[in-house]
């Protein structure tokens, strides 16, 4: 009696441990990390930047805050719409100052408000080249703002996800506010959820990675004979027909799932990676395939196999990429002499596990995705406002570079000392901003 009872209480603790979570319960902690990880001031800066233009085409009865702003925003949009990026000096440090002094006093509803209350940027370039007399078009609702905005929100999280001066986190911010489920299935959807899914794993949001991944597969695997012409676009397959590049994008799909899985904890999920890896083997192979990623897979998987003359063959092609740095070849080097003289049975290396295997994806796809020319394409599909929205773009990156310049708190004191010796008259309309 007593065994069965000291058994019952550690079944009982056990099981108030928790134990491996489900795949449900870890997708929820992935989402409230990713709400966590762009609670930044650099997200916030940009978000404000967002706002300005967004809410320059709103009516002032979309919330009583908004109201309480409205002419703050209206006033701070006219001096930024005349900042021009090849222009350094079309804004003054004192219109610096005084646009973050305007941001400090709605830093709280900038950081509570959420930009799709307002109009889409399309609908604020529709109104900004409206003739005169024109520009009181109805603004989208509903299900087709919900459209065009999702799309301008992967837009925009694609461009400047390779930007020095924005980058990922803000990347991260677009790609939260990109709700793919509003969107019909189609193939701008998957690749929504392709790229979401790549941001996700990039910032080690693995199970929110492999929840989009998944779906594009389920999709992929229910539409066999769907036509893909964006999807040869970017990846710039234009020598592979629709069934190929079907088969492409399915691996493509298959590989970055099986990352996602081999970055978890529990035994299950490298089980199921090694299984995506296989499928993504042999998809690559029926349109020949040969790159960085099928090295890297092949010799992961000989490895696991005890093949070791083919993952030496495989590390040998990886170690001549362009994509390694010197010392990553160089470690890289050590680990074919390892497996070189490994007995059987014994571990992978150290070097040569699944973080080196995340590292090469992730630096193989920044490659494709430089590449892209995206407002090329989005001008041959006739995207509407896409040299605007460039444009705009171009100016937002200069404008938050300068902006951050001259508003940290030690650029705020040089600047307060530089005007005071300008005289007292420019000192004395500076200083209430510098309070």
């Known amino acids: 009696m007593k065994k069965i009872l000291l058994l019952l209480i550690v079944i009982l603790f056990n099981s108030c441990l928790g134990g491996d979570k489900t795949d449900e319960e870890l997708l929820a902690i992935d989402k409230e990390t990713l709400v966590e990880s762009i609670d930044s001031d650099k997200v916030l800066t940009y978000k404000f930047a967002k706002i300005l233009i967004r809410a320059s085409a709103g009516e002032s009865d979309i919330s009583p805050e908004y109201a309480e702003f409205k002419s703050d925003l209206d006033r701070i949009f006219d001096k930024v719409s005349k900042y021009d990026a090849k222009d350094s000096e079309s804004l003054t440090v004192l219109d610096y100052i005084s646009i973050y002094r305007d941001y400090k006093k709605m830093e709280k509803f900038i950081m509570e408000t959420d930009e799709d209350e307002f109009p889409t940027l399309l609908e604020v370039f529709a109104r900004a080249n409206a003739k005169q007399g024109t520009s009181n078009q109805e603004f989208l609702q509903g ?41 019909p299935d189609s193939e701008i959807k998957a690749l929504l959820q392709y790229y979401r899914g790549f941001l996700f794993f990039e910032k080690k949001l693995y199970y929110l990675s492999e929840d989009e991944i998944s779906r594009n597969i389920d999709w992929l695997n229910a539409n066999p004979d769907i036509d893909l012409p964006y999807t040869r676009a970017m990846f710039e397959w234009g020598n592979l027909n629709n069934e190929q590049t079907h088969i492409g994008f399915h691996s493509l799909n298959h590989l970055f799932r099986g990352f996602d899985r081999l970055m978890m904890d529990r035994d299950i999920d490298e089980e199921r990676a090694l299984e995506d890896f296989e499928m993504f083997l042999e998809d690559s192979k029926k349109i020949g395939l040969d790159n960085e990623i099928i ?69 193989y796809m920044f490659s494709l995705l430089a590449k892209v020319d995206w407002q090329k394409i989005m001008e041959e599909q006739n995207v509407p406002y896409t040299k605007e929205m460039f444009a705009t773009v171009d100016n937002f990156k200069s404008f938050i570079e300068n902006y951050n310049k001259y508003t940290s708190s030690e650029n705020l004191e040089k600047a307060g000392d530089e005007l005071m010796k300008q005289g007292e008259g420019l000192w004395s309309k500076t200083k209430g901003l510098l309070d």
Do not use: M
């Not at 065009?148 to 694609?158: G, K, M, P, Y």
């Not at 980058?167 to 969107?183: A, Q, R």
């Open 143 to 183: 299900e087709d703002k919900d459209y065009v905005q999702n799309i301008e929100h992967s837009v925009l999280s694609a461009i400047v996800v390779l930007s020095r001066d924005i980058g990922k986190e803000v990347s991260l911010y677009e790609c939260s506010k990109t709700k793919p489920e509003l969107l």
């Open 295 to 363: 090295w890297s897979i092949e010799s992961y998987l000989y490895l696991k196999k005890e093949k070791n003359d083919k993952a030496i063959a495989a590390l040998k092609k990886l170690k001549g990429s362009d994509l390694l740095s010197s010392d990553e070849k160089a470690r890289l080097g050590e680990s074919i002499g390892y497996v070189e003289n490994r007995e059987p049975g014994k571990v992978l290396n150290g070097f040569y596990d699944k973080y080196f295997l995340s590292k090469i994806a992730t630096k």
